[in-house]
């Protein structure tokens, strides 16, 4: 049998689509190393977000089991697993890198981990004056233990041992009404209680995002780099 392991966002697995749905992990674990059957499971130590993770794995009628745990201390024995998916996880996490060992510890020789996350000091935001784009960036990193991430992370898969085969990036563009202005008008709020920018500075902001966006000259985005390792056999 094969076994992925999906640990993802600040929590873990959250609420569990990834491995439920569609063209997520579970669908597809069977096949794992040329195996005929499989199973997906997912670690997420918030027993509320785990239950929903449960209900929809049900409903949706997939294998996906899910564990009470952390990334730092997963609750699986060595050589468990397939293959390790764990998407924005790192970014939160007190010590990144013993995350990475756990994931191969519990990895099989041979099997493969994947991992994604952000790199927050490559926020962009424009239009914006360089003071208000200062303090919205310090914002954004501030609420990461480890903002700079995703560019650590084939140096935390080679001190554990593993083998980097793929290293990658892509720029999340923001669109301007459904997710980009909202998270500016949140950075605001949090800028103006941190005292790193006034009322007034935030309001002609949003007035100048508001009418870049009316034209297309809007633009928010920040970089994500994935990375995806081996353990030797």
């Known amino acids: 049998m094969g076994w992925f392991l999906f640990i ?21 674990v069977g096949g794992a190393a040329g195996r005929t059957t499989g199973s997906a499971i997912g670690v997420e130590p918030h027993p509320g977000l785990r239950a929903v993770a449960e209900r929809r794995a049900a ?16 609750p699986l024995p060595d050589g468990e697993l397939d293959a390790v998916w764990c998407e924005r996880v ?10 990475v060992a756990e994931m191969a510890r519990v ?12 790199d927050w000091s490559t926020f962009v935001l424009h239009p914006a004056a360089p003071e208000v784009r200062t303090a919205l960036a310090a914002v ?3 609420a990461a233990a480890h903002p700079e991430a995703g560019r650590s992370l084939a140096g935390w898969l080679v001190e554990a041992g593993l083998t980097v085969d793929t290293l990658g990036a892509d720029v999340l563009l923001h669109d301007s009404h459904t997710v980009g202005r909202p998270i500016v008008r949140g950075l ?10 006034t ?17 297309g000259a809007f633009h928010l985005s920040v970089t994500m780099f994935a990375a995806i390792a081996h353990r030797p056999r």
């Not at 993802?8 to 597809?28: D, I, L």
């Not at 605001?188 to 920018?197: N, S």
């Open 8 to 28: 993802r966002h600040s929590v873990g697995a959250g609420t569990g689509s990834a491995p439920r749905v569609r063209g997520g992990a579970a669908p597809r």
């Open 59 to 74: 409903e949706a009628g997939s294998p996906a089991r899910f564990l009470d745990g952390d990334a730092q201390a997963l």
């Open 90 to 99: 790192l970014q939160h996490l007190t010590d990144p890198a013993k995350a």
């Open 107 to 118: 990895l099989r020789p041979g099997g493969r981990v994947a991992l994604l996350d952000t």
């Open 140 to 142: 954004v990193q501030g």
């Open 188 to 197: 605001g709020a949090a800028a103006v209680d941190r005292g790193l920018l």
């Open 199 to 215: 009322g007034e500075q935030c309001d002609r902001l949003y007035a100048d995002l508001d009418a870049a966006a009316e034209h």
